[in-house]
Structure formats: C-alpha cells, structure tokens
C-alpha cells in the first residue's frame, strides 16, 4: 500500500516501533538538533521523533509538532518507499530496461504489462481544494517565524528548511524539477535559495535571468515519502520527480495548482511555500551551515526568494531533518539512491558488480565498486567511466575490487585493497569537478581525485608472481566443530567469517 502523506508514514513507523514522541518542551532553535543527532548516532540509526511541544525563538509555544529522522533507519526507508529490500526497486527498473523483444504473438503479449507500466505512473493533477491548502495565507498575513524552522548547530546563519522539495520549471521546454536544497529564513516573507551551479534549480534561474523574468518557485514541506526522496534522487534533468515518485509508489502522485503562481504542488503537503526570484535583484548572504560533511559550509552569494504565498493542512506536522558529521539520517536516503540506481549504473558500465558509498565517506568521498574483471586495465576503465557519470563526477576517491570481494561491507573491502595494492603502481590521479562543500579542494569546485585499482593483477598488467588464495577453513573441519560447539560452553553456535556484515539495518 502506498503513503500518501506525512501523517500516514509516522502511523506506519509508530506500528513498526520505530516512532518517539517527546512531550518536553524543546527549543527549535539547537536543542532540537543536538536530541536528533544524538538518537541517529544510535545503532541502526535510532528512532523517528516527534515532538509535540516545540518552543519558537520568541519563547512562545508553536502551533505545530516537529517530526524528524524520518528516513533514519533502513526499516523506515523500506516503509517509506514500500518495499521490504531496497534492492526490489533496482530489480524492477532490471527488468523494464531489460525489454528484448520475444519470438511470437503470445510472447510479445506477455511483455505488454511491462511496456505499460513505464508510462503509467504520471502525476495527475486533482480538482477541488487539496489537503495542502486548507489554510491559505497571502502576501502580510505570512510569517515564517511562526513556523518551527530549526536553527541546526551555533554557528549557522539561521533557522534553516532541510528538508524541502523546491519545485521550479525548465523556461524553455516546460519541464519540472524538484529538488532538496538548503533553504535559509532571512525574514518574514524572505528566504536565501542555496542550489549549487550544478543543480537543475540553479540552471533554470540562470535562464530566467537572461530573459530578465521573474521566476516562480515552490517549496513544499512533507509530503508522501516517495515523493520527498526522489527530491534528493539524481534524476536526469528531462525526468519529472513526481513521474520516478509515481513509479515507485505504484500509483501516481497527486499534485494541485498553486495559489499564486502557475506551478503544481503536492496535494498532501503539509506546508507549501509559494514565491518568486526576481533576476535584477542583488544576490543576498546565504550561510554558514553546518553541512553534511560535518564542516561549516562558508557564507556565500545566492538568490533570494520573495515569498508570496503560505498554505497548509488543517493540522501539519513540520518535517525536518539535520545533517552534520555522519552518520545522520541523510546517509539512508544516499543509501537508497545506491541501491536504486545501480541497474542504470550498470547500463551504461556492464562489468560493475556492486558498489557502496559508505556513511565516512559522505557520499562523494570514497566510492567502492566491484567488477567482473576480464581485461588488464580495466579497473582505469571503469574509474574514468564512473567521473563521467552525473554527480558521480564529484567522487573524490574511488577503489575498484573483484566481484567477489563484498564491497558493502567496509572492512573487508579495505582489507582487500589495501592487501592487493602497491601504491605507485595501483594508484591514478586526475582533475576534476569538486563538490561545492569540499573545504580542502585547491579551488572551488576543482581539484583532484585519486582512483585505486584493488584488483587482481594479470601478467599483462606487469605482475608476473604467484597470486595468494584466500585462507579459509575446509568444510569437513567446519562441520565437526559445529556438532561439538554445544559441548565447548563458547555460547551460541557461531563461524568466523572474514567479518560481519556492516551496511545499516
């Protein structure tokens, strides 16, 4: 069953267990940020909370419950994307990319379900007044600080949106992109719009700039999970994120007209903050933010957005969320992406295996992939490859492994590379585009990244001597100490393996 809403998704994670609801007065401003990041460094990611008693920066009480650490556990991204294993997702885009025509009438019928369900999962737009605008406020009567928008760590530039799904258009061929950005409160009816050059966002602004126009802007806050985590997907930028939410919920997302622009809004949303960019405006000071990598992000020049309209639910919920030094909950919606794009990934790099970005790594940091290696040099191959595909191009380092070496597993990849490896040998560098967040780039947005091939090496490749087996007991050996393990009085039957498994459950 599909969720179509905030309140929805908290019942079903409140079922699972997985819900806290926290009556003590917290302040929004900190207080909420330092509970949060220490329940997500809790194993497994800890529990989504709810507090029902937020108190604003002006000591009064808010009107409305902030909930946070949503997606923060792999059981809570499973629910909100409606599967048990992230991995069915990718085995269901295998399958649609997977479309080689039959032999014969009954065969090519078999296959029309399939075809079908790529086209089938459109937004549709709904008549009526939608959940997301029973309260509508217009131009004076909004006040964003009557909204319990979290201050996230001391030296932030002030309370911030974390978790938004900021929709604008393509000017030119009318496509829809939303995006999850940063969103900064400068005032009542003002905010500063943190997209980096790289994000649809910002290249539709540059657009509208060179026109001179205004441009509308969107930012919805809550709404079905789907839809809120194909914010943070890197989709193309002709691929519709309501269209990939549709397709993973399995019925298609319903969207409403906006009040005071021309731009469709979810029609559950909790909050959707309507507005404009005016292009002959001087660009304002956004920042500094305590960002993912666990740095402060310095101030920097970006839009601003003019707020025109507030609409909300009867009775919204205020979802956030915080970022910092990881792991937090932004680690299980990057680990979602991973698992969901590796069949694309794949399409286009055949040999790759698996890969794993792991939560020290932070995303673009540390890269692991495994490959079906059948050529000297191959892992180069691939390495150059994987620079060359969207926001992968932003990897700082990548370690490529055999196939049989479980790359989610960080120990035993780094035992595995760092035992095959000669670093001058194994070891490539090359320039490129640096994530806008990398303090320690030589320029902003550019710098080096290293690759290291952790394979096997071939005679071709210049390695000419024997290469070691893996020890492992036999399996006779391994058989009789499992009969007598009740006997030894070592606690409950276990086997050494290499080494647990340490991907987040």
């Given at each position: 069953m599909s969720l179509d809403s905030i309140p929805q998704f908290l019942s079903a994670i409140d079922r699972a267990g997985e819900l806290a609801r926290i009556s003590e007065p917290v302040r929004a401003r900190l207080e909420i940020c330092e509970i949060a990041d220490r329940?997500?460094?809790?194993?497994?990611?800890?529990?989504?909370?709810y507090f029902e008693n937020v108190i604003l920066d002006n000591g009064e009480r808010s009107h409305y419950p902030v909930v946070i650490n949503l997606f923060g556990s792999m059981r809570r991204i499973c629910l909100a994307l409606g599967v048990d294993d992230l991995d069915e997702i990718g085995g269901r885009i295998t399958e649609m990319l997977d479309l080689k025509v039959p032999e014969g009438l009954i065969g090519k019928l078999a296959m029309l379900p399939r075809l079908l369900e790529i086209g089938k999962f459109p937004p549709r737009v709904k008549g009526g007044k939608p959940p997301s605008q029973e309260i509508i406020l217009k131009g004076d009567e909004v006040d964003l600080s009557t909204l319990p928008i979290i201050t996230c760590w001391p030296e932030d530039g002030g309370p911030y949106i974390t978790l938004p799904m900021v929709i604008s258009k393509d000017p030119k061929r009318g496509i829809r992109n939303v995006g999850m950005y940063r969103v900064q409160v400068l005032g009542p009816r003002s905010l500063a719009m943190h997209w980096q050059r790289h994000k649809v966002g910002a290249a539709h602004w540059r657009e509208m700039a060179e026109k001179g126009e205004k441009m509308s802007v969107v930012i919805a806050i809550g709404a079905d999970p789907a839809s809120v985590y194909s914010a943070s997907a890197p989709l193309p930028p002709t691929i519709d994120e309501f269209l990939f939410a549709g397709f993973l919920r399995?019925?298609?997302?319903?969207?409403?007209?906006?009040?005071?622009?021309?731009?469709?809004?979810?029609?559950?949303?909790?909050?959707?903050?309507?507005?404009?960019?005016?292009?002959?405006?001087?660009?304002?000071?956004?920042?500094?933010?305590?960002?993912?990598?666990?740095?402060?992000?310095?101030?920097?020049?970006?839009?601003?957005?003019?707020?025109?309209a507030l609409t909300m639910r009867r009775n919204p919920v205020y979802a956030t969320t915080i970022v910092g030094r990881p792991p937090m909950e932004d680690y299980y919606l990057g680990h979602a992406t991973e698992r969901i794009f590796l069949p694309l990934l794949k399409l286009t790099i055949p040999e790759i295996v698996d890969y794993h970005m792991p939560?020290?790594?932070?995303?673009?940091?540390?890269?692991?992939?495994?490959?079906?290696?059948?050529?000297?040099?191959?892992?180069?191959?691939?390495?150059?490859?994987?620079?060359?595909?969207?926001?992968?191009?932003?990897?700082?380092?990548?370690?490529?492994?055999?196939?049989?070496?479980?790359?989610?597993?960080?120990?035993?990849?780094?035992?595995?590379?760092?035992?095959?490896?000669?670093?001058?040998?194994?070891?490539?560098?090359?320039?490129?585009?640096?994530?806008?967040?990398?303090?320690?780039?030589?320029?902003?947005?550019?710098?080096?990244?290293?690759?290291?091939?952790?394979?096997?090496?071939?005679?071709?490749?210049?390695?000419?001597?024997?290469?070691?087996?893996?020890?492992?007991?036999?399996?006779?050996?391994?058989?009789?100490?499992?009969?007598?393990?009740?006997?030894?009085?070592?606690?409950?039957?276990?086997?050494?393996?290499?080494?647990?498994?340490?991907?987040?459950?």
């Open positions: 329940v997500m460094k809790q194993p497994g990611g800890g529990k989504a909370l399995n019925t298609p997302v319903h969207l409403a007209k906006a009040v005071t622009s021309e731009l469709e809004v979810p029609a559950d949303a909790e909050f959707v903050i309507e507005g404009y960019i005016d292009p002959a405006e001087d660009l304002v000071v956004e920042g500094p933010f305590g960002d993912h990598t666990g740095f402060y992000s310095e101030a920097d020049l970006y839009p601003q957005v003019h707020v025109t939560a020290e790594g932070i995303f673009h940091n540390l890269v692991f992939v495994s490959i079906d290696k059948q050529y000297p040099g191959q892992a180069y191959k691939v390495m150059n490859a994987l620079w060359g595909q969207g926001l992968m191009a932003l990897a700082k380092v990548i370690v490529v492994l055999d196939k049989d070496v479980n790359v989610r597993n960080v120990q035993e990849a780094w035992w595995v590379a760092l035992n095959h490896i000669d670093p001058e040998r194994d070891v490539r560098f090359s320039m490129g585009p640096i994530d806008v967040l990398d303090h320690s780039s030589r320029g902003f947005t550019y710098g080096s990244k290293m690759g290291i091939d952790a394979t096997r090496k071939w005679p071709e490749e210049g390695f000419t001597r024997n290469w070691p087996k893996v020890m492992e007991m036999d399996g006779e050996t391994k058989q009789r100490v499992d009969a007598m393990w009740s006997r030894l009085g070592l606690g409950p039957l276990q086997r050494a393996e290499r080494f647990k498994s340490n991907e987040p459950r």
